[in-house]
């Protein structure tokens, strides 16, 4: 589990450079920025590249949603989450998922099984790592330039970032014809970028024990995949309910909040599916962006606070996207609270949110409730 180490000096932290794209972590924040969006009559391409200039997130479309598609997208100031997905809730069938390298739209199949390929895909390469030369399996995890010009064919796309990558692909003829509209995404391993393009003819790869070569194969939907879902303490009674619908008899292995499954990748499609109509029903805007790690109860920090106030703090982790909700924050009482000095042994090691904010702020507050997706501080 990735842990956020903070170091909080007076005012804050310097912020770095953006880069082309976002991913990972400013990905998500970048989602999670509240806007108002107001577009009658515009087609989806147009949408969805103004989306992306305005986030610096990459956003795919799935070749099989029609750019030229023209859509009525109205809100109020809601994450940018939330727009795209009341851009996909406007296209029958259509769905939206995010990954740590861009965000994803597409016929609700296509995208709720992606996340479980490209998990599996990783794993795959994962056990070859005892098995492949080093070489060649640099080349198939190496991060390389992921965008195409117009009037591409992704046949063409792939052969052409095989070879800069260095793998060889068995049988390109497996990849129908298409011609597909520029697109600029983030660098990526060649793997992740070809699940990301396979995914959209149902088709995935399998990789050569001894070798940087690969061949395409078709999804085989009763496949049994491991998977696991951040579902996250919120939300977990909700999906347990729908899950057992589904599959009464499925088996779920619980760490925290976290359910690892082993189904067949059908079955993990309507999983993943419920997961994210459980998501969307609840009031966490941005369950959505939720990962294994994203959870603050669950994640671990390790804090080096020296001569911050307490409102300091508290701006810092918001500037991280860490919500911090404070009631009653403009009363004189808060008020005060807030200019008063952590009061915290700088020296203590990592821990689990739902531990270390009770120890940052229990000095301070009377409730401290740490919950998936925020902090609630009051004198209540």
Not at 32 to 37: G, S
Request: net charge negative.
């Amino acid at each position: 589990m990735k842990t956020l180490t903070i170091l909080l000096l007076y005012l804050g932290i310097p912020a770095g450079e953006p880069s082309s794209f976002y991913t990972g972590k400013e990905l998500k924040t970048s989602l999670a920025t509240n806007v108002r969006w107001v577009s009658i009559g515009s087609e989806l391409g147009d949408q969805l590249r103004d989306l992306q200039t305005q986030t610096n997130v990459a956003i795919l479309r799935d070749r099989r949603l029609d750019p030229h598609r023209r859509i009525n997208v109205e809100t109020e100031f809601v994450p940018r989450v939330q727009v795209l997905k009341q851009i996909s809730a406007t296209i029958p069938g259509a769905a939206l998922c995010i990954t740590e390298d861009c965000a994803c739209i597409g016929p609700s199949d296509a995208i709720y099984r992606l996340p479980i390929l490209l998990s599996s895909n990783a794993e795959q390469l994962h056990g070859l790592r005892t098995k492949i030369d080093t070489t060649a399996l640099r080349r198939l995890t190496v991060k390389v330039d992921a965008s195409w010009e117009q009037l591409a064919e992704p046949r063409q796309i792939l052969l052409d970032h095989a070879q800069t990558a260095g793998v060889v692909i068995t049988n390109p003829d497996a990849i129908p014809h298409d011609v597909w509209a520029q697109q600029r995404l983030p660098q990526m391993s060649f793997a992740h970028l070809t699940t990301l393009i396979l995914n959209q003819f149902d088709l995935t790869f399998e990789i050569a024990t001894d070798r940087a070569e690969l061949t395409i194969v078709q999804i085989d939907s009763e496949d049994a995949i491991e998977h696991r879902y951040p579902v996250g303490s919120t939300f977990k009674a909700t999906v347990v309910n729908a899950w057992q619908q589904q599959a009464p008899n499925l088996e779920i292995r619980w760490t925290g909040s976290n359910a690892t499954v082993t189904t067949t990748l059908r079955q993990h499609i309507l999983l993943n599916a419920a997961l994210h109509a459980a998501w969307n029903s609840g009031s966490n805007s941005d369950a959505t962006l939720m990962t294994q790690e994203g959870s603050i109860r669950t994640r671990n920090f390790q804090l080096k606070a020296e001569r911050a106030t307490i409102g300091q703090l508290i701006v810092f982790f918001r500037t991280e996207k860490i919500r911090i909700e404070v009631r009653d924050e403009d009363s004189a009482e808060v008020t005060a609270i807030l200019l008063e000095p952590v009061q915290l042994d700088t020296r203590a090691g990592k821990q689990a949110g739902e531990k270390l904010f009770p120890l940052i702020f229990g000095k301070h507050f009377k409730t401290v409730d740490v919950r998936d997706d925020r902090v609630v501080l009051s004198q209540e």
